[in-house]
């Protein structure tokens, strides 16, 4: 991965002339920020004679991209104060704290004449010092919330050459490059002359632990093969190109990286071909221009559908990582690579083309929620508002979230993720216990989104069967002994198992999924009727197994009776003769997959309603 890194790196500096101080300055601000004009900058003005500095006043100006080597912010790893006086304002009592730690810090720097004329005024003159506190005090407070927030305190200097910053000064200047590498090394490992394991130069070389802190030798794709114990000797890296890895770990944060519910991703591109990078890497830096409106993991993901159609000349690595202190530190939560483009359009087009079923129309999930539900499945709203989560990576994250009902699986929900990108299998029981539990969860609490659970389970379960990433399952479909009726009514149902074959596949799974249909139909009219569903506490919870099923059948048809609806009878009738075929070649579901495929069919049962039954029953959602 570090190569991959460099090459990026590499391809930075030359596209964009950057100089060293380019790539140690940090930037403390976020883009929209600064495209907002909330970011500012309070200056402390001094005029400069020589060495002799007076000061002038504080004044306010725009934050500006442009002057970052002049503003020399960067901020040290333990967060306790910055590299330069240049601090991002938390509040004015830290800020004054951090500027007077810096020159305690940097004590040996006093010996400058002139860095020891400011800390004189900043520092050891009371009367000076107080008047300074004072006038940024009234600056802070007249700034606007926001860009309270997004404030940084800096010194400025007139002199006979204009007005200048602190990246003005070369004293300034060399501090920043001294000590900003400084913090690259493990002050454990001085740098000691060796080979550049990246550039294969002999140079001072050492084991750095910037830009990236998650370093390990433990690690397959960090590291390989080595002793924990010499890793510094034969993971050795130079100045020059830590510097270029810190320049490629900008370029990933800016142009590589996205949101992935609570934590980050980066794609990385891995080049075969070296006469494509160039182009490849221009593009990715255009992507803002270009408005892409799907996507696969995230929200706001546009990476990926770019990618998709690159050759596979290029792998793509993905490293999803959790940021810590800061954004300096980060630990990796799941590495994959060598992954193709190609992989990735196949997981785009099996998405999109699973939404094409009918069950995923509007027309069909109106019938599921109501008037009040508009567009497909991946592309929709409820009661006005849109519904999120949308994505594959989204539709995988509802069934293993972070959440105070049903705990934290974000672990499991990574490594769903990873298996799918790296085209692992995944076990069955997994998914079933897991859309089991979220379904189970909805329904016992009576939440509206318990059949939108039910659709989205069943979509992720259809685009994992269509890319033959499930293990676990018996992929030969039996042959069904329930004769295929051609009236409205079976025919329904039919071409419903016809689309899904995959994963209604079994008599058993079939008797189940209707018992949970025609379960549907009952709680429509007791709800009609009553204005309640008392028949919801006979499902246990949805705590189902074959005999509470069985058990279950002849009371569903029962309460069917006494409320004088005997226009369900042909849907009795399958589901008798899916029991007794799925009796006759053996049970062969677990209790988990009958808990489960009963909630799908209780929760997708209005699609199979016909019209003039819901003119019958005047139908009413829950």
Known sequence: MLNEVKEIGDFAINRDGLSPLDIIVDQPFSDTAIKEGDAKVI????????????????????????????????????????????????????????????????????????INNIEEALIEDEEIKEDILSDIKESFESLSADSKSNSLLTLTFQTSDGKKYLGGFDVFNEILKEEGMN????????????????????????????????????????????DIEKSWKQLSICPECTLTLEAGRNFLDKYLSKRFFGNRFYV?????????????????????????????????????????????????IFVFYEVKQGGKNFDILKYVEDVPP???????????????????????????????????????????????????????????????NTGTHDKEFLDIVGDILSKQKIQKNTLIKAFNREIKDSHVNEKWDERLLALKSLYIYTVLKRLNLITGENDMEKESKVEKKSDEYRSKVNEFFDEFSNALNTNAKKAVFLEGVLTRFLLDIQSQERGSTPFRSKLRGLRLDEMKVKNLFPDITEKLRQYDAPYYQWLEEMISQYFIAADNEGWDISKNEVSYYFALGLNLGRSFKIKEEEEKEGEKNE
């Not at 690259?184 to 294969?200: A, H, M, S, T």
């Not at 221009?282 to 990476?303: A, G, M, N, R, W």
């Open 43 to 114: 200056c402390i003005n001094f005029e400069k004679n020589n060495a002799e500095i007076d000061y002038l006043g504080v004044h306010v100006e725009d934050y500006n991209l442009t002057k970052l080597t002049k503003y020399l912010y960067r901020d040290h790893p333990s967060h306790r104060f910055r590299i330069t006086p240049t601090d991002k304002i938390s509040t004015l009592e830290k800020t004054s704290w951090r500027v007077a730690y810096w020159f305690r810090k940097y004590d040996q720097y006093l010996e400058n004449d002139f």
């Open 268 to 316: 990385i591109p891995k080049f075969n071909l070296r006469d494509i990078k160039e182009e490849v890497m221009e593009d990715i830096v255009h992507l803002d221009d270009k408005k892409y409106k799907d996507s696969l993991l995230s929200e706001e993901e546009d990476i990926l559908y770019y990618m998709k159609d690159v050759d596979d000349v290029v792998n793509l």
């Open 183 to 226: 913090e690259f090394w493990n002050p454990d490992v001085p740098l000691k002359e060796g080979i550049c394991y990246l550039c294969g130069n002999a140079k001072k070389v050492s084991r750095p632990r910037e830009p990236f802190s998650f370093y390990t030798v433990n690690n397959r794709g960090f590291a390989q093969d080595l």
């Open 342 to 404: 190609s992989w990735i359009k196949k997981l785009f087009d099996v998405f999109e083309d699973v939404n094409s079923k009918t069950i995923f129309q509007e027309d069909i999930l109106e019938n599921i929620f109501g008037d009040e539900w508009e567009g497909s499945l991946i592309n929709s709203s409820y009661k006005g508002e849109k519904n999120y989560y949308l994505s594959l990576g989204g539709f995988i994250r509802t069934f293993f979230p972070d959440s105070e």
